[in-house]
């Protein structure tokens, strides 16, 4: 809709996570870091977590499409309470037939998967994303799954992805026995406003556009009101670049950001920011004092010229 007015080849904020335009912040490269120590370390489980949106999809897809030789990957790719029997789930992510009638019989399927890919010095490396939906029988489960490691040789690697709810989880008495494998663990926060603004241009430039389309108090609001998550900093400037289109304009500014983000959150799903941040803040203040509007306050009522009277 707008790719061709502003000069992109593909959109530049899709909610799709794609690793061709990951952001290698502080915090993410650090998390990368990790999950590959994890694989290359031998590291029996790792786990990363994050708030809702914060990349860790993202993350799990650039280790995926990363060149790991003598690893075979699988993933499950959203795990929920309702998981039924985890042995099923894992044969279908790495694709190994088997018509074995009871959980014993797949069982055997998957260690002998696992022998002979240690036989041709294959790592195997299984992948839970959204692991905080797993039930505690579902994680127990996994726990004995991994008792096949239970001698010196590594013949599966678990890397765990999940919210913040999973290190809570993890954390239960009942669960120590598999917390205790725990090799890698990391959890993503929200970005900064510094990393918001290398965020955004990155994204503009991975996308063929101009890394300065967003002036930088269009870019400030959008951090205050997006918190620093990632998929809803993707949400505002997309909706920015459809407004920004319709009005024929060539830099993205604070009043139309504002425009955008009052009506995402008079449509009553977009979050409102009901705590700042110490950076919120800062950057509401300064933006009060150099332009004199205050981020904070969107009158959300009805714009004067809708309102008639019979």
């Keep these: 809709m707008y790719k061709e007015f502003y000069g992109f080849h593909e959109k ?16 993410h490269e650090m998390a990368l870091t990790m999950l590959n120590y994890g694989l290359q370390g031998e590291a029996a ?19 995926l499409q990363a060149s ?22 894992i044969l279908m992510a790495f694709d190994i037939p088997c018509d074995a009638p009871d959980k014993a019989g797949r069982y055997q399927a998957f260690v002998d998967f696992l022998i002979n890919n240690y036989a ?8 839970i994303d959204e692991a905080q939906n797993m039930d505690i029988k579902t994680l127990e489960e996994l726990r004995l799954i991994s008792n096949i490691n239970a001698d010196k040789h590594l013949v599966l690697q678990l890397i765990l992805v999940g919210q913040p709810e999973l290190q809570e989880i993890l954390q239960r008495h009942d669960l120590r026995q598999l917390a205790q494998r725990v090799t890698v663990d990391y959890r993503l ?8 603004v290398g965020y955004i241009k990155h994204r503009l430039f991975v996308a063929g556009g101009k890394e300065t389309l967003f002036d930088k108090y269009a870019t400030a609001a959008i951090f205050y009101h997006s918190g620093g998550i990632p998929r809803l900093i993707n949400t505002l400037c997309d909706f920015a670049l459809v407004f920004g289109f319709s009005e024929g304009v060539e830099v993205i500014n604070l009043d139309l950001v504002l425009e955008v983000i009052k009506g995402k ?14 950076e ?6 300064l933006i009060l004092k150099e332009r004199g509007i205050d981020i904070s306050q969107l009158d959300l009522g009805e714009d004067e010229e809708t309102i008639f009277e019979l």
């Design 12 to 27: 530049p904020f899709s909610l799709t996570p794609d690793p061709a335009f990951l952001y290698l912040s502080k915090q």
């Design 45 to 63: 489980i790792s786990v990363i977590t994050g708030e809702v949106g914060s990349g860790k999809t993202t993350l799990i897809r650039e280790l």
């Design 68 to 89: 790991h030789n003598g690893f075979e990957v699988g993933l499950i790719s959203n795990a929920h309470s309702s998981f039924g029997d985890l042995l099923q789930w």
């Design 120 to 127: 041709q010095n294959k790592r195997t490396v299984l992948i």
């Design 189 to 196: 926060t929200a970005l900064s406003y510094k990393e918001t």
């Design 265 to 278: 959150q008079q449509g009553g799903i977009f979050p409102k920011i009901t705590q700042e941040n110490a």
């Design 280 to 285: 919120q803040t800062q950057v509401k203040e």
